[in-house]
């Protein structure tokens, strides 16, 4: 079945720098990549998805990058403000088969003021 | 409530006993899923379902049980054959389209006393 690797576990960064999070995947199948965030005691919440057939998503200050062929995509988030200090989830599913997300193991993201 | 409610918000269960944990949902969602929410393990996938009276398997199935009679609910047993149930367990639903993006539920936090 899939498999999906995130690092780093923790990220810690000043307000206003960029943060940027890794996942790897391993069934070659898979082409939905979410991202979700998970506020302190509140339920993961969807902030961008990204299909295979784009190699790129950006939504204001949050950008998904995709690479196919090395299996791998990535969160980026620039001028990082405390309020994006959460735990952050990548995600991997398939149309067809299994569709049911797999989810990464999550990034602790805390932005310093 | 987002469209999906989950209850109890917590959840007290002795050494041998049965407890069902409730997810309604409103969203007219084909798709429901069960995740188990361990510190530093992610989102881990007990059961889902994609339509009514059907459901299957995820990664950790073995000591639960579903049911889906309905398209709006989609309640999850934790029986006594479940060794470690102490977790915070999220349900979701989406549709059963190509836009996979879940709605999650507020969760069960579910202790063993």
């Known amino acids: 079945g899939e498999n999906v690797e995130q690092h780093p576990s923790t990220l810690s960064v000043q307000e206003g720098d960029s943060a940027v999070i890794k996942c790897t995947y391993s069934?070659?199948?898979?082409?939905?990549f979410p991202w979700y965030k998970q506020e302190l005691g509140k339920r993961p919440q969807l902030i961008i998805d990204i299909r295979s057939n784009v190699g790129e998503k950006k939504d204001q200050r949050i950008a998904v990058t995709l690479n196919k062929t090395a299996k791998h995509f990535s969160l980026h988030i620039t001028e990082t403000q405390p309020e994006d200090s959460a735990v952050y989830f990548c995600a991997a599913s398939m149309d067809t088969g299994r569709r049911a997300l797999t989810f990464g193991s999550g990034t602790r993201l805390q932005v310093q003021p | 409530d987002g469209g999906i409610t989950q209850s109890p918000k917590y959840l007290f269960r002795k050494e041998g006993q049965n407890v069902t944990l409730s997810c309604e949902q409103n969203?007219?969602?084909?798709?429901m899923y069960w995740y188990r929410q361990d510190p530093g393990q992610g989102l881990r996938l007990i059961y889902y379902s994609q339509i009514v009276n059907d459901f299957q398997k995820g990664d950790i199935a073995e000591g639960y049980s579903v049911s889906r009679e309905k398209k709006e609910s989609f309640p999850l047993t934790v029986t006594s054959a479940q060794k470690n149930p102490t977790a915070f367990y999220l349900c979701?639903?989406?549709?059963?389209?190509?836009?996979?993006?879940?709605?999650f539920g507020s969760g069960t936090r579910l202790t063993v006393v």
């Open positions: 969203l007219n969602h084909d798709a």
């Open positions: 069934d070659s199948a898979s082409n939905y």
């Open positions: 979701a639903s989406s549709p059963r389209d190509r836009d996979y993006g879940y709605t």
